[in-house]
């Protein structure tokens, strides 16, 4: 039955059997927006480089800034959520990014475009940090999976749409790109205000760890930039120098605080339970292994192929076609009979995939890398799903914000570094004049043979990739299984014994999920 408290006129009361499918279609909506808006923009990036003038960095920065600003923020967010709701973080995500999606269609150069683009990181670290704390909140545990998995699912949908979208919207003006989003989340923070209730309790500690936060923004931008800017500028240039060492000295000294702040950004205890420990690893290498992938197909289509916009935004569909019909389906599994397998055979079909990717060439038949990106798209559908479900399955209510914080923040940390790795390995000894046309889409004014070492670069990167997507899959497997029990610590997270996660039962459950 409908709720009519307090003028209620959508979805139905928190207590209700199927609000957890109102709540799940709230999330979903974020995932979209977020999906659609990496999509819309990756395939957007030849035509900003030619309009705006900017230089190779300054254009994968566009990228890189909002996803370490996301990334950064992204555990504040989940404690900011657990001390004043989810409900009003979640709604204020969908506001902010509203805000800097206008303000970006207006910027008139790289620079300006990068800080609207920080801005619009900040909102999605809400967006973020609460999705899967949300769902988890809403869902029992035998229906996590398939929860995450339509999730999951949903943001498939979104990376089909977003570079076929964004390939269109192009063609209008790349203002568009940005613009599109602005009713698109308004519409999400309407749909939140009406749909979502408040469901646990909030912490009464309100401390903002400064020093944390600073040290690990400092510690992570020092990384990506001297990654990426060595990579395309030279490895013996003074800032690239100053990045690693500022790297060097803030990342350790990261972990240092959080041991010993009354109120962490990053609670390093949560990591005592081997399971969220392993899943997290595991979930830090699927982001490094896949995420530079569609960057890296934008310009070997537009770049290297010659394709225009919307052709090669139609021909990612199959990167994401393969997640949307795996996600589902291996959420589904995960329930039945546990996550530990299904995440490490998915980490195993990608790294298949990617392998494959080597043997790309210029005048390779398109037939092929749809079919190796279909492969990589069912191993990160395979993957995604049942592995989240783990990770947001063993911690108590009351921490869920802070381990889908967590969560995002490996998986973050993993795709920011994948661009930055990626775009190193890709550009190192490749003429600039030869660059500046692959990355501005110009593949139609790039002979064969100037083309060569790039396609030999993208190859070493893609091997890298396989390797880390195999590691991963043995991170996987060595994960602890699950044992069924009522028991939860007093940490908020259940006890571990013998290196078994203990999870809260639930009725007609087995007594152990792989």
Known sequence: MASTSSGRRLGVDRSHAHYKWWALSCTSLGMLLATINSGTLIIALPDLERSLHTSLLTLVWVILVYMIASTVLVLNAGRLSDQFGRKRAYIAGFVAFAAASLGAGFAGGGTELIIWRVLQGVGASFLFANAAAIVTDSFPKEELGVAMGTNTMVAAIGLVIGPVLGGALVDISWHWVFWFNVPFALLGSLWAYFVLHEITGRSADTRFDLPGTLAFLIGLTGLVFGISKGGIQGWDNPLVFASLIAAAVFLPLFVVIEQRHPQPMLDLSIFKN???????????????????????????????????????????????????????????????????????????????????????????????????MLTVGVGSGMFNSPNTAAMMGTVAAHRRGIASGARVLVQNTGAVLSIAFVMALITAAVPRTVLFKVFGGLGQRITTHQLTPFIDNMHTALWCLTFVSVLGAVVSFARPKHIVTEAVGESGLPPVEDGIAVVAKEPGREAALA
């Open 274 to 372: 081997k399971l969220f420990a392993a899943a997290s690893a595991a979930a830090f290498l699927n982001g490094l292994a896949r995420f530079a992938l569609m960057f890296v197909f934008v310009f070997y289509f537009q770049g290297v192929q010659g394709d225009t916009p919307i052709l090669a935004g139609l021909k990612l569909a199959p990167l994401a076609i393969g997640m949307l019909i795996a996600s589902p389906l291996a959420g589904i599994a995960a329930d039945r009979t546990g996550s530990r397998a299904l995440a490490s055979v998915g980490m195993l079909v990608t790294g298949l995939g990617l392998g494959l990717m080597t043997t790309l060439q210029r005048d390779t038949s398109y037939w092929w890398p749809a079919l190796f």
